[in-house]
């Protein structure tokens, strides 16, 4: 984890202008808030990970350039892959809120990857010199949630489904509808995509192959 400090060079700070938790706030107005909030400023390898350990876990991340895979981690070792984090273009966003003290997180970066922890209650917790400030923040949190809200509810939509079958035509239809297309990429490796499904990954193989041979679908690695 670096100094926050180098979120202040210009290259991190066009980055955080574009930045939908920020946005319509001045290049002062954000030093204000980092100076306050002093987050952790985390650059990530490709496939390099950070833990988040129990007992630290109340966190908000903001992802500022690059896409990561977030997970938790139970007690065995087996990762539950909750979401995969798409920077669009130079732009991120209010991606994950860890608040779970019994739960370790596991964050991983699928290409060159930088983003931010900060303690919410930088936020929550008024402060008069950067009240305004504050006030922008949560206003544009608040927005962001509809977002965070969708992206859970497909989640437990494809869940939900009581077959491997089911779960998996569920979440290629979700992706079909986004895409406005019968024809897209998956953001997922086979093996984070049974994860995220909670089934085994031989399992759902097997099913991939059977809709393929069946004609219902046809893929190339992700596509």
Do not use: W
């Not at 970066?109 to 930088?122: E, S």
């Amino acid at each position: 984890m670096n100094d926050y400090h180098e979120l202040l060079q210009e290259e991190n700070m066009e980055l955080l202008r574009a930045n939908p938790l920020l946005k319509g706030l001045a290049d002062d107005e954000i030093a204000a808030f980092l100076q306050h909030a002093a987050p952790d400023y985390i650059e990530l390898e490709p496939e390099h990970s950070i833990t988040v350990l129990r007992g630290s876990a109340r966190k908000i991340g903001l992802v500022i350039k690059g896409d990561v895979t977030v997970c938790t981690v139970d007690y065995s070792g087996a990762r539950t892959v909750l979401n995969v984090l798409h920077d669009p273009g130079p732009i991120g966003g209010m991606q994950f809120m860890i608040d779970r003290y019994n739960i370790v997180y596991e964050i991983t970066a699928n290409n060159a990857a930088r983003l931010i922890m900060l303690d919410p209650d930088t936020l929550l917790n008024a402060n008069s010199e950067i009240l305004l400030i504050q006030h922008r923040i949560l206003v544009n949190t608040m927005h962001s949630q509809r977002d965070l809200f969708l992206r859970v509810s497909e989640h437990l939509l494809c869940l939900s489904q009581k077959s491997i079958r089911g779960k998996l035509l569920r979440y290629l239809q979700l992706k079909s509808e986004t895409a406005q297309s019968y024809e897209f990429d998956i953001p997922l490796s086979r093996e984070d995509l049974a994860a995220y499904l909670a089934v085994d990954r031989a399992s759902l193989s097997r099913s991939l192959g059977e809709l393929k041979q069946e004609g219902v679908i046809e893929f190339r690695k992700n596509h």
